[in-house]
Each structure stands twice: as C-alpha cells, then as structure tokens.
C-alpha cells in the first residue's frame, strides 16, 4: 500500500466480550486498515469472530474496548452521531432481512426518503436503476415473501446501494443460499468490486476470495492470525491453523 | 322476563351505555399506558425494563377488586386522612376507567412487548445498518409486523376488560351488574334479569368479536 490511498476504516486494539452466563472474549485485539476500494476478505472458521468484527465496524455489537475509526470518526466515541455514519456503511446479511412488510421497491425506497436523502420521486428512480443492476427490476412489486434466496439477496445489495455507501459490509451473503444461487450474488459482488467499492467480505467462498480479495485475513480465536493477498494466505499459509483451515474447505 | 325489559328495559339500556362508557375510558387509556410500558420493556435501558416488569408484575399480582377498592377508597384516604391534605375525591367513573386502565394496561403491556418480540431481530438490525434511528425502525417496520401477530391476542384482552367491568360494581358505579343487582332487589326476578344481563353482555362482545375478525381479515389482505 505505498501508493497515496486513503484509509477508510481503521480499527486498533478491537476487544469485544459477550456476556451472558458466562463471559466469551470474541475479539481479541484487532487491529486492521481497510483502504478506499480495496476489498477485504474475511475468513476462518466459525466462532473466531468473523462476523463480530463487520457488526462492531456497522456498530451493531457495541465495542467492549480499543477504536474504530470509519472516515475519521471515531465511532466508539459518544459524540458520534452512529446513525449517520451507518448511513455510508452499508451491509448486507446472511438471511437477507429484507423487511417482510413492504415491497421490494418499498424496501429500497425506505431508508433514503425517511433519511431526506432524496425525494420520492428520484428515490425510486435510483431504485429502480438498483434493482436494474441486479437484475431485478422486473420484481418491484413483488413481496419479499415471493421472492428467491438468490433473488432476496440481490434485493438486499440494491437496498444498501440506494443509500449511496462508500463502504459495503457482507456478512456471509451466501451462506443460507441454495447452492445454485450462490452464482448469481457473488455476481453481483464482482461487479461492485470492479467498480472501486470498499468492501468487506465475510464468506466461506474461498473461490471468490481468490478471484476478488485485494487482501484476506484468516481469523481464529478472535485475533488476525494472518493476512496478506490471495496467493499468499491461498498459495503459501504460513500459519498451521491456517493450512488446517483450508485443507478442510478447499 | 317481559315484565323486567317492559319496566327496566330502558334502565338496564342505558346501564348498558355506563358499562361500554367505562370500558371505553378504560381501553383508550389502556392502550396508551399498553404501548408505553410495552415499548419500555423491549428498550435497552435497563432502568426503563426493570420499571416496566415491575409495574407489570404488581398489577398482575394485585386482584382487580383490590385495586378497585385502592383507588376508589384507599388513595384519597391516604391523601386527605394520612397525609393531612385535603379535597381529593373521585368520582367511581374517574377511580374506575384508572383501575381498568391500569389492570388492562398491564396486560396490553405483556400483549405488546411478546408482539415486538415475535418480529425477527434481523429487521431492526437491517433498518439500524441503513441510518434508520431504532424508533424510527420500530415504527415502519417492526410494529407494523408486530401488530398483525397481536391483534387477536388485544381483541381478547378488549373482551376480557369489557367483562372486567362488571367487577367495578363494587364501588357503586352504575354500571350494568350493579344496576342489574338494583333490578332483582326490586322485583325479585333473578333469573330473569340475569338471563338479560348475560345475554345484553352476549351480543356485545360478539359484536365486537365479529367487528375484530373483519379488521384480521382486512389486515391479511
């Protein structure tokens, strides 16, 4: 990274506990920058902390301890008004959580013209080019329910998109997808990839971190055991978890 | 039986009115004490949960009657005897839509809090990730889903509080059991005027029943 990109999400000395019954240290000091456009591939096996990580940067998991710092606010700070910094950080979930209420078009236009980001009218102009971007634009009217895994998710994508982020958030977008319809979602995400987007990318698609990652980090345990490209981390692990890791999923 | 509604008919009517008049006070404000503490029981806010389970609990815990007598007779007591204040007095009207309001409130409370909970977390934490503020989410899309899966468990508590009426007789309300119980001590026709009381309950509560299975209907599309 010598060339003058600017970082766009700055995470030092992350810490996150859960408590319940007993106390889980899910995070254990993290530390990571994500620059503008770069994409970032998250992987490792389940319960190291993955998708804590993307919940804490969208400030959905309160941070237990150390900072992030998305485009300069420090949003462990009180000061930080979250509700606005959400609103350039997109995110799409696993189980799509589209809002089971409202149309497709609906569930695109919610947000931007609640927000005041724009008027009805070019909300659901923006929303309807969204949806042509993923293909979709023939289900504006359709009801999440009547929709497809693949095709709820790809909705979700457009959902995010209509709020115009600078970063986008997947935590695990194909996981609770039947397998044919994975093709359809990572599609989509090549192609905001290639179009600059900052991403963050939960997946088990190692096929996708290859072809897509400018950078993946394996987690386990709550720490970054390592990071690097694709060739490295996919071609020459140094870590032994990390060779253990992928022989089972490769 | 022809006798009683010929003479008593149009008194037992407007007891009718009295009743629907007390439920009526006591489901508006039922409502509104439901959704506040309802809405304070699904808040982080650990002050505003443990406020609400405990108002809750208590109303829960305390039989209606003795609620009614409280208020009724207990708090100006309080107030004008213990405390050495003076003046303050209500009318069984006043001291009974606060008992209905309070006893039902509880209940909507429980009604509402369960709904909120029924809606997946999933789509609080999708509108909170696009900027939406939390209450701003609750109200376009948590409750508007919450609401559907509610409504038969209200139309049920609506039921239950306009037969709770019945209870604030004892504080000399004239509703329609209390004057009903002045009809048999005049004529000595209890059956006959139970049996019309019943039934004057009867067809009110299946009207409304029938108004509430329209409104389900209409809210499935």
Known sequence: MSEERKVKVRICGLQKYFKTHTVLHVLNGINLEIMEGEVVVIIGPSGSGKSTLLRCINGLEELSGGDIIIDGHNISSKKVNMNKVRESVGMVFQHFNLFNNMNVLRNLMLAPVDLKKATKAEAEQNAMAMLERVGLADKAKAMPRQLSGGQKQRVAIARALCMKPDIMLFDEPTSALDPEMVGEVLEVMKELAREGMTMAVVTHEMGFAREVADRVIFMDGGRILEEGTPEQIFGNPQHQRTKDFLNKVL | ?221
């Open chain 2, 1 to 221: 039986m022809d006798m009683i509604l010929r003479s008593y008919g149009p008194l037992l009517l407007r007891a009718m009115g009295q009743t629907l008049l007390l439920a009526l006070y006591g489901l508006f404000f039922a409502c509104i004490i439901g959704l506040i503490v309802g809405m304070m029981s699904v808040l982080k806010n650990r002050v505003c949960r443990a406020v609400a389970l405990v108002f809750v609990n208590l109303i829960r815990g305390v039989p209606m009657i003795v609620l009614a007598y409280m208020i009724y007779f207990g708090v100006p007591y309080l107030w004008n005897n213990v405390l050495g204040r003076s003046g303050l007095t209500f009318t069984a009207l006043q001291a009974g839509s606060v008992c209905l309001a309070l006893n039902c409130g509880a209940y909507m409370a429980e009604i509402i809090r369960a709904g909120i909970e029924s809606v997946d977390v999933g789509q609080m934490e999708a509108g909170r990730s696009l900027g939406l503020p939390w209450w701003r989410t609750m109200q376009r899309i948590i409750l508007p889903q919450a609401i559907r899966t509610m409504i038969p468990s209200i139309i049920n508590q609506f039921i239950i509080t306009l037969k709770d009426t019945s209870i604030l007789s004892v504080i000399g309300f004239p509703e329609l059991v209390n004057t009903a119980k002045n009809v048999v001590s005049k004529t000595f026709m209890s059956f006959q005027t139970w049996a019309i009381v019943g039934a004057m309950y009867l067809i009110v509560i299946l009207l409304l029943q029938f108004a509430a299975k329209y409104l389900e209907r209409r809210l499935k599309q």
